[in-house]
């Protein structure tokens, strides 16, 4: 188990090195689950997620002589920067084995910090075979994202940070991937005040220690998710034991509630989060915790690679029915296009784009095939346009 006392240590030097990032009290999430809610913003921390608090509390904690030796570890990305950090501010030589598809952003981010970065295996439990592989060649100390003492401390400061921001809060949601936040944090909360709980929310996707507890087996699972900063095979042998002990409970959330998770994160909070640091907001989002009194949601990352951002408005938009494609054919002649945007005009839907395909081999002789992206201000607007659309005897296909 991490002390309390360690967890103070750890708070004691960060206080000059990491931001007290802010606790927000989101109304239209409390108003949503009928529950306060705050959101403890680690996606607002240097480098962009809570890593960094960990990793520099343990690479200060080497010995000279270790700190010679230069430092090794391995991250899909936020552990990546949170080290690189902490190597560059301290000054000590670093190498971050990465999974070869791993976010760009967080890659040349990494890089950006001062670390060599190497390309390895396609999941993170490759990654950190790699990284070990290479610590016992090269002599080099590795720094674990999750599994050490020192950097479960780090993370712990999270909790003492809560507890000062509302000492009235009665549970705390994190992010679950190798278990090193919600280790730390469950260490120092129920140090201070044991009636707090502590939930932990992993994607159902990577459901690693979710099914280490509920089944008391470690089993293999896939690693098709976009909240890749939890994408872990196998939960630490430390982190495990005291999720075990101190932990309340585990529960899961699908992609896509991740996915509505990230896009309310941005449209009503004004907040970009990863989708590691949305599953906490996501499990409360879509009930898969009972609710007791002040919760707080702790936003642990906001690394997204800016792709995946544009995929998931668009997802999202069109999901809610804000975002409609449709096909249809009109008349090969002047003025027909015209009359079919005059029904769209009325309805109050927006074009978005229109692709007018003359060529089509299997629209006959005569029509035009037209495809038509409209913006929508819900499932029932949509609806109402599609049935003025087919009203005027357009043969109309929704993609």
Known sequence: MISLERIKEARALLTQVVHKTSLIYSTTLSEWVSH??????????KTGSFKVRGAYFKISQLSGAEKERGIIACSAGNHAQGVAYASSKLGIDSIIVMPEFAPISKIEATKGYGSKVILYGRTFDESQEKALEMARETGR???????????????GTIALEILEQLPEVDMIVVPVGGGGLISGIASAVKGINPKVKVVGVQTKAVPSVYNAISKGK??????????????VKKPGKITLEIISELVDEIVLVEEEEISGA????????KMIAEGAGAVSVSAIMYDKILLKGNVVAVVSGGNIDVNLISTIIEHGLTKSGRRLKFITTIPDRPGELHKLLTIIARIGANIISIHHERQNPIVPIGLVEVEISVETRSKEHSKELVSAIKSAGYELSVL
């Open 262 to 269: 990230i896009l309310f994160l941005m449209e009503r909070c």
């Open 141 to 155: 100390v590795f720094i674990s994202p999750y599994d050490d003492p020192d950097v479960i401390a780090g993370q």
């Open 36 to 45: 306060p809610v705050y959101l403890k913003c680690e996606n607002f921390q």
């Open 218 to 231: 470690i089993e293999d699972v896939t690693y098709e998710t976009i909240a890749d900063g939890i994408a």
